[in-house]
């Protein structure tokens, strides 16, 4: 069983930038890839970054690459996500998602990820 709880949430000006964080607790955190989806409202939820278990591969979604970077300490069971550049459309509830892998491989499909944070909301104004 694995715990998340996400934080760091909030509202910054277009432009700037936020550093999520999602604290793990539980069994053997090197096992999980962790990656961040997001919702907003109206919309479905999509995939945003992603890291393996391993520390050894992320893997972001088009519309963050350059501007979102993931990062993990398993020493600690926490996996970071640093935004910058945001922009009005980042705007969402950012939930963090662990699944089982013994691989480097990052899943992009929501259903792969076993264990589920409640969110934290990021508002980024114009």
């Known amino acids: 069983q694995v715990h998340l709880i996400e934080s760091g949430g909030g509202l910054v000006q277009s432009g700037g930038s936020l550093r999520l964080s999602c604290a793990a607790s539980?069994?053997?955190?090197?096992?999980?890839?962790v990656s961040w989806f997001r919702q907003a409202p109206g919309k479905e939820r999509e995939f945003v970054a992603g890291?393996?278990?391993?520390?050894?591969?992320?893997h972001y979604a088009d519309s963050v690459k350059g501007r979102f970077t993931a990062t993990r300490d398993n020493a600690n069971n926490a996996v970071y996500l640093q935004m910058s550049s945001l922009k009005p459309e980042d705007t969402a509830v950012y939930h963090c998602a662990a699944g089982f892998s013994q691989s480097d491989y990052v899943p992009e499909f929501g259903g792969e990820y076993s264990f589920w944070g409640q969110g934290t909301q990021v508002t980024v104004s114009s």
């Open positions: 890291i393996s278990g391993s520390d050894t591969t992320t």
């Open positions: 539980g069994r053997i955190f090197d096992s999980y890839a």
